[in-house]
C-alpha cells in the first residue's frame, strides 16, 4: 500500500469571517466552526480560542488533540468508520495541517487532567507546546451521562478536524513525503537481505474514557490483528482515552505514530517494515493472555525478525507489554519495548508493575512522578478548576501565587509510550 | 471455569451488578481492598482481572472493583505476583481520596464501574 | 564566594609509597599537600576548589584494621571539614575500592559530609557502595585516569555546590536505584529503532531501564558424603515454637526466628505450630513436621544416612514478605550457618 502524505505548514492562526488558509496562515470562523460543535444537541455551548507557542497561556483540561487532515486522492476519508464511512484508508493522497492541532479541553469528569503550558518550564515536557493550537472548549447540557459527553466532545473534535483539513483540498503542499509497504512475498523478493520487522502497538481498551477505536471498532473487543502502516495516517484510530495524560495517546499522536514514521525511515534501508499489528490492553486477565497469544503467533507466522512494542497507560498494561514481550521473544523475534515509569517522586520505587528477563530492551519516557512547579500563566483556557485534583496534582497544587505543582503526570504527552518525546530517564 | 463474584468497595457497582452477580462488598480503602484480595488469592482464589485496571492512580480513586474466582481453585502463582506488585505500586502515589467535592467521588464511582463492567462480558464468555 | 573545601583519599600506591609491600601503611593525613591523582583533580578544578589536604592510607591496613582506620580518617576529616570528601578513583584495584566505598560511605552517614568516589565497575567496591555513594565508573586501570577525574571532578563540584544531579548517563556516575530524567538527543521512538537494528545485529545495545535483577543462584556442588554432613532446616512456612514468641508476622514479615531444637525428635501439636496467614494452618498445626521436617531428619540421623540435624533452625512467614526482607534475613541467618559449620540447608517452602 501506498500513501503519498502532503504536508501544509500553518504558521499562524487566525479568526476572521470566512475559513480558509492563505499563505500558511489558517484562518477560522468562528461562527462556523461553533455551528459544527453544537449540531450535537448534548453540548449546550462553546468557546474558541488560539494559542500560540511562546504564549503565556494554559490550556487545561485537555481531553484530545487532533492534526487536521483531508483525504485527496485514494480510498476513504479522514477517520473511517468514525466520520468517513468504513472504507480501507492509508493508499493515494493525504494531505495534513502541520504545525497546527485542534485541541478539545473541558470538564468531563470532576478529576479532569491534561495540562499543555505554551512557555516556560512545563512547556518543555508537552509537545503540543510547539504547535498554534485551535483549543474548543465544550459545555454539555444539564444532566448529559458522562459517557454521552465524551463521545460528544471526542466527535466534535473530529468534526473540526476535518472541517479544517478540508479547506487544504485545493491547495499545493509545501512538501510530499510517500510511504509504502508490500506484500508479503513481494516484500521478500524485493528486501531478500533485510530483517523483517514490524511495529506492536498496544491500544487502552479498558472502559469509559479509557478506549481506542480502530476504523470506530472499540479496541477492547477486539482480536490483535494486522495493518498497513499508513492506515493511522489517515486517522484509522483515534482516541477515546482521557487518563493518564502524561502517557496517553491523543489523536494527534496516532496520526503521527514516531514509530511507524521512524520505522518507514529506515524501511527499505536497514530493515523491511512489514507491518503494525495492533493489540489491546483489556482488565480481564484471560483476554490479556489470548491478546498476547495472538500478537506472538501473527510475529511467527508473518516470520519477522524483531518488533517495536509501545504501551499506554500505567499499571494493568504493565502486564500486557510484558506477556507481548516474553511471548514474542519466545517465538524468536527480538523485541524493544517503550514503555514510561511511575518510580516515585524520590525516583526510588520499581518503575514498572510488572517485569520479565525477557524485556533486556527498553525505552523510556522518564518518571511521571517527578515533581515540577509551572509558574503562572497570563491566560488560562478552559478552566483551573480540576488542578487540584488532577492525577499528580493535590490540594496544594494551585497555590496562592498562581504557580501549580504538580508531578509531570498532569502534562500532556509528557511521558509518551510511543516514544513520541525526548524524555527520558536513567 | 467456574464462576466469578466482584470484590469492591464501590457502591455504585453493589447497585448496579448485585441482582444479577455475586457481589462482596465492604467499605474499605483502595490499599485494604487489595489486601483482601490478596489474602483471598492466598487462600486459593483467582484473579481474573488485572488489580491496577484503569488509569486513574492507585489513591487518586477511592474505588476498586476485582474480579475474582467464586470458589478457590488453588495457589495461582500469577494472581500472586500481580497482587503483590499492585499492593507495591500504592506506595507510589499520593493519598488524595480525602480532598474532592462529593460529584467528583460520583465520577470515580462511575469509571470504576464501568473498567470492572468491561470485564464482564468476558467473564461471561466462559 | 570562597573555594570549595576537598580532602582527598587515596592508597599507598597512588601516594608513591610503594605496592603491595607497602599496603600495610596506617592511616595519615598531609595537610595542605596534593599527592597523585590530586594534581589531575587539581587541574579541573581551577579556582574553583581546592584540596585543602590528601589522607593516605594502605590498603591492607585499612581494611585488617577497618575500625580503628575507619575513626582516625574519619577524625582526620572533620578536624578540615571539607565541602567535599573524594576517595581514589580506585579503578579495578579491590581493596582500594572497598576502602573508597567505606570511607566515603562513613563519611556522609557520621559527619554529614558529601562524599564521591571512583571505580571499575567490576570492582568488588562497587557493588557494595555505588547505591550509596556517588560512583564514577572508570576504565579498569590506571591509565584510565584522565578520563576517570574528567567526570570525578565536575560532579564532586557540583555535589559541593547542592546542584541538582543529573541523570547517572549525563554524569557518568553508576546507576544506583533513583531514576533521574532528563531529555535526550533523539526522541523515543528513534531511539528504540537504534536499539532494535543493534539487537538485531547482535551488537552491544544498552536498555534504558534494566529489569530488577532476577536472583537466580547457582547451586553449590553436591555433597560428598552425606553421613558426615551437618544439615540445617530454614522455612518460610512460619514454624515457631507454640504461642510465637517473637511475634512473627502472618504475612509481611518483619524478622525471622532462630529456635534451638536440641533433643527435640518431633514437633508435636503442643510444642510447635504456623505463623504463616497465608495457608490453611490445621495441618501444620497439629503436626508441625509436615512443614519442617525434623522427624524424618531425627530419623535420618539415628541410621547415619546424615552425619547430624543442626541444632538450631531459622524460620520466617513467606506470605507477600518482601524480595528485599527474605534477602536481607538469609544474609544473616547463612552467616550463622556457615559459622556454625552446616553443610547444607533444607529450605522447605509452603
Known amino acids: 500500500m501506498k500513501l503519498e502524505l502532503g504536508n501544509i505548514f500553518i504558521k499562524d492562526i487566525q479568526f476572521g469571517t470566512e475559513s480558509k488558509i492563505e499563505n500558511g496562515v489558517l484562518t477560522v470562523s468562528e461562527e462556523a466552526v461553533k455551528a459544527i460543535v453544537l449540531e450535537d444537541e448534548k453540548i449546550k455551548s462553546v468557546n474558541l480560542d488560539i494559542a500560540k507557542p511562546g504564549e503565556s497561556v494554559r490550556i487545561t483540561p485537555v481531553k484530545d488533540v487532533i492534526e487536521p487532515r483531508v483525504k485527496v486522492e485514494g480510498r476513504g476519508g479522514i477517520f473511517p468508520g468514525v466520520i468517513a464511512k468504513v472504507d480501507t484508508v492509508g493508499s493515494g493522497k493525504t494531505y495534513a495541517l502541520k504545525g497546527m492541532a485542534v485541541v478539545t479541553a473541558g470538564k468531563i469528569v470532576g478529576f479532569q487532567e491534561g495540562i499543555i503550558d505554551m512557555t516556560g518550564p512545563g512547556a518543555d515536557y508537552t509537545p503540543f507546546s510547539k504547535l498554534n493550537n485551535l483549543v474548543v472548549v465544550c459545555e454539555p447540557v444539564e444532566g448529559v451521562k458522562q459517557h454521552d459527553y465524551e463521545k460528544a466532545v471526542r466527535i466534535a473534535g473530529f468534526k473540526v478536524a476535518v472541517y479544517l483539513g478540508e479547506l487544504a483540498r485545493e491547495l499545493t503542499p509545501d512538501e510530499t513525503k510517500v510511504y509504502e509497504t508490500y506484500g508479503i512475498m513481494e516484500g521478500k523478493e524485493k528486501f531478500p537481505e533485510l530483517p523483517r520487522v514490524a511495529y506492536v502497538q498496544m491500544l487502552q481498551s479498558q472502559g469509559l474514557l479509557h478506549d481506542t477505536y480502530v476504523y470506530g471498532v472499540d479496541a477492547k473487543k477486539t482480536l490483535s490483528t494486522i495493518m498497513c502502516p499508513t492506515e493511522i495516517m489517515d486517522g484509522a484510530i483515534v482516541s477515546g482515552n482521557c487518563v493518564s495524560a502524561c502517557d496517553k495517546n491523543p489523536t494527534y499522536v496516532h496520526e503521527n505514530n514516531p514509530v511507524v514514521h521512524d520505522l518507514f525511515e529506515e524501511h527499505g534501508k536497514t530493515i523491511n517494515f512489514v507491518c503494525q499489528i495492533i493489540t489491546n490492553e483489556n482488565v480481564y486477565l484471560a483476554d490479556k493472555m489470548r491478546s498476547s497469544d495472538w500478537t506472538a503467533k501473527m510475529c511467527r507466522m508473518l516470520d519477522l525478525d524483531a518488533v517495536i512494542v509501545s504501551q499506554e497507560g500505567f499499571g494493568n498494561p504493565d502486564t500486557d507489554l510484558i506477556m507481548n514481550c516474553k511471548k514474542i521473544e519466545a517465538e524468536g523475534v527480538k523485541t524493544v519495548i517503550i514503555t514510561d515509569e511511575y518510580a516515585g517522586r524520590d525516583g526510588k520505587s520499581q518503575s514498572l508493575a510488572d517485569a520479565d528477563v525477557a524485556a533486556d530492551a527498553v525505552v523510556t519516557g522518564g518518571n511521571a512522578n517527578q515533581v515540577i512547579v509551572l509558574p503562572k500563566m497570563d491566560k488560562v483556557i478552559g478552566t483551573l478548576d480540576y488542578v487540584n485534583t488532577i492525577a499528580g496534582g493535590n490540594e496544594h497544587s494551585l497555590r496562592e501565587d498562581g504557580t501549580i505543582e504538580v508531578e509531570i503526570q498532569a502534562i500532556t504527552g509528557a511521558t509518551n509510550e510511543t516514544g513520541f518525546g525526548y524524555l527520558s530517564a536513567r | 471455569m467456574g464462576g466469578f463474584m466482584i470484590i469492591t468497595n464501590n457502591t455504585l457497582v453493589k447497585e448496579k451488578f448485585g441482582t444479577d452477580y455475586h457481589v462482596e462488598y465492604e467499605e474499605l480503602s483502595f490499599e485494604d481492598t487489595l489486601k483482601k484480595v490478596r489474602d483471598m488469592i492466598y487462600d486459593g482464589y483467582k484473579l481474573l482481572t488485572h488489580p491496577l485496571s484503569g488509569s486513574v492512580k492507585p489513591k487518586e480513586t477511592p474505588y476498586k472493583s476485582v474480579l475474582m474466582s467464586e470458589k478457590p481453585e488453588g495457589l495461582d502463582m500469577q494472581s500472586m505476583k500481580l497482587i503483590e506488585s499492585a499492593i507495591q505500586a500504592c506506595g507510589k502515589f499520593q493519598d488524595r481520596t480525602g480532598q474532592y467535592d462529593s460529584d467528583v467521588y460520583e465520577d470515580f464511582r462511575l469509571i470504576d464501574c464501568t473498567l470492572i463492567g468491561s470485564a464482564i462480558p468476558s467473564a461471561e464468555c466462559w | ?350
Open chain 3, 1 to 350: 564566594m570562597s573555594k570549595i573545601k576537598v580532602v582527598h583519599y587515596i592508597n599507598q600506591f597512588f601516594a608513591n609509597i610503594g605496592g603491595e609491600e607497602k599496603a600495610d601503611y596506617p592511616a595519615e593525613i598531609r595537610v595542605g599537600e596534593i599527592v597523585g591523582p590530586g594534581m589531575a583533580l587539581k587541574q579541573y578544578f581551577g579556582e574553583e576548589a581546592e584540596i585543602v589536604a590528601t589522607i593516605v592510607c594502605g590498603d591492607s591496613y585499612f581494611n585488617e584494621n577497618l575500625e580503628k582506620a575507619k575513626a582516625d580518617i574519619l577524625a582526620m576529616v572533620k578536624e578540615q571539614a571539607p565541602d567535599i570528601f573524594i576517595a581514589g578513583p580506585a579503578f579495578n584495584a579491590g581493596r582500594y575500592g572497598v576502602a573508597c566505598g567505606t570511607i566515603c560511605d562513613a563519611v556522609q552517614e557520621e559527619l554529614g559530609i558529601p562524599a564521591v568516589t571512583g571505580m571499575y565497575v567490576e570492582n568488588p567496591g562497587a557493588d557494595m557502595f555505588k547505591n550509596k555513594v556517588y560512583t564514577i565508573a572508570t576504565k579498569n586501570s590506571a591509565a584510565g585516569m584522565k578520563d576517570a577525574v574528567s567526570k570525578l571532578a565536575p560532579l564532586a563540584l557540583k555535589i559541593a555546590k547542592k546542584e541538582a544531579i543529573g541523570a547517572s548517563c549525563q554524569e557518568g556516575y553508576m546507576p544506583n536505584g533513583v531514576r533521574v530524567n532528563f531529555f535526550e538527543e533523539e526522541r523515543g521512538s528513534k531511539r528504540a529503532v537504534n536499539m532494535l537494528l543493534k539487537k538485531l545485529a547482535d551488537k552491544p545495545f544498552e536498555t534504558e531501564y534494566p529489569m530488577p535483577s532476577f536472583d537466580r543462584v547457582e547451586p553449590n556442588p553436591a555433597i560428598k558424603d552425606l553421613s558426615k554432613a551437618t544439615i540445617a532446616l530454614v522455612t518460610s512456612g512460619g514454624i515457631v515454637p507454640k504461642g510465637n514468641p517473637d511475634h512473627i508476622e502472618s504475612s509481611n514479615a518483619s524478622h525471622y526466628g532462630e529456635y534451638d531444637i536440641t533433643g527435640v525428635m518431633d514437633l508435636t501439636e503442643a510444642t510447635y505450630e504456623t505463623a504463616h496467614g497465608g495457608y490453611d494452618p490445621v495441618y501444620a498445626n497439629e503436626d508441625a513436621d509436615r512443614v519442617l521436617p525434623v522427624d524424618v531428619l531425627r530419623e535420618m540421623e539415628k541410621n547415619g544416612v546424615i552425619g547430624k540435624l543442626h541444632n538450631k533452625f531459622y524460620t520466617t512467614v513467606g506470605n507477600g514478605t518482601a524480595v528485599a526482607s527474605s534477602k536481607a534475613f538469609a544474609e544473616e541467618f547463612s552467616q550463622k550457618l556457615l559459622a556454625d559449620g552446616v553443610d547444607a540447608v533444607i529450605l522447605t517452602s509452603t
